[in-house]
């Protein structure tokens, strides 16, 4: 079973300040999926990538296939940007995705 | 398009008492999934579909049927609750599976269930 790794659990930091959550995967995998849980409960899905590097307005995921190790960045972060960030992966042939604890992103004023 | 539609958003049930989650979905979404959210745990599989008529377990089946007899819908249902089955329940649909390449996940507001 695959296991996905977060860090770190909690992240606070000032306006202004660039990001990085950290997911690590133990297995190789197909896709790896970046969400979004608002402080409301709902989830939305950021980025799904399966290799290299996607960027949709201030968020930019990376992946390294050979490392398992995938990265989502946040520049010039916003209180808006609080939220808890999941990360979770899945592999070809097998639709079970397995997820990680999440990271919750508190940004101060 | 209304998404993923989830009903109820939350319940309260007595042990032993038996109920359906509902989850819709008007994308034509061929994979659909149910998950739970517990504190400390993450998101955890409990069952998903590939289409209609398949349905397969994920990581958390026990206590849980689904079945898939239309595109749109995915039921889930609880058949004799139990307290370990207090819980934040989502449903999720994508296009292809959640390994197929650019097929993002869309998830239902949840449904927070509680059982005494």
């Known amino acids: 079973k695959n296991e996905v790794e977060q860090s770190p659990q909690n992240l606070t930091a000032q306006e202004g300040e660039f990001i990085t959550i950290n997911c690590s995967y133990s297995?190789?995998?197909?896709?790896l999926h970046w969400l979004q849980q608002h402080p409301g409960g709902g989830i939305v899905s950021l980025f799904m990538?399966?290799?290299g590097k996607k960027k949709h307005g201030r968020l930019i995921a990376t992946i390294n296939i050979q490392e398992k190790h995938s990265s989502l960045h946040i520049t010039a972060s916003h209180p808006r940007d609080s939220a808890v960030y999941i990360c979770?992966?899945?592999?070809?042939?097998?639709?079970?995705?397995?997820f990680g604890t999440g990271t919750r992103l508190t940004i101060i004023p | 398009n209304a998404g993923v539609t989830q009903t109820p958003k939350f319940q309260v049930l007595k042990t032993g008492q038996s109920m359906t989650l509902q989850c819709a979905q008007d994308m034509n979404h061929e994979y659909m999934s149910w998950y739970r959210q517990d504190p400390g745990m993450g998101l955890r599989l409990i069952h998903y579909?590939?289409?209609?008529?398949?349905?397969d377990q994920g990581e958390v089946p026990n206590g849980y049927n689904v079945s898939r007899s239309t595109t749109e819908d995915f039921p889930l249902r609880l058949l004799s609750a139990a307290p370990s089955q207090t819980s934040v329940y989502f449903c999720a649909s994508s296009y292809r599976g959640s390994s197929s390449y650019n097929s993002p996940l869309h998830f239902g507001n949840g449904t927070r269930l509680t059982v005494t």
């Open positions: 579909s590939v289409g209609a008529g398949i349905t």
């Open positions: 297995v190789g995998i197909s896709a």
């Open positions: 979770a992966e899945t592999n070809f042939g097998n639709e079970k995705l397995t």
């Open positions: 990538l399966s290799s």
